[in-house]
């Protein structure tokens, strides 16, 4: 399925998030969340208050929609962890012993 094909299934603040976070990304090299956010705000700034386009939401609501944006496109910044081998469980019963 095409990266389009995805972000148009998303609500728009999503897209929009996404969208955004990549345009920075082409400006930072591996861009934190927060770094994103902080030059979207600066280029933000720099526009013209007339340019009509919606005002940045604060961070909190803006990395939120990140989140939603990257679920479901696999690109989710922590993933499960894996169950340890049974080798590596610590516990008072002995290995023979465990069911």
């Not at 998303?10 to 990549?22: D, M």
């Amino acid at each position: 399925m095409a990266l389009a094909a995805k972000l148009a299934g998303l609500p728009k603040r999503a897209r929009v998030a996404y969208l955004q976070f990549h345009c920075t990304a082409q400006r930072l090299p591996d861009p934190t969340d927060r770094a994103a956010y902080d030059l979207l705000k600066l280029l933000k700034e720099d526009e013209q208050p007339e340019s009509g386009l919606p005002a940045l939401p604060k961070f909190q609501t803006w990395a939120k929609y990140l989140r939603q944006a990257r679920a479901p496109l696999g690109e989710q910044k922590h993933k499960r962890r894996l169950k340890p081998a049974p080798a590596d469980v610590r516990s008072a019963v002995p290995v023979g012993e465990r069911t």
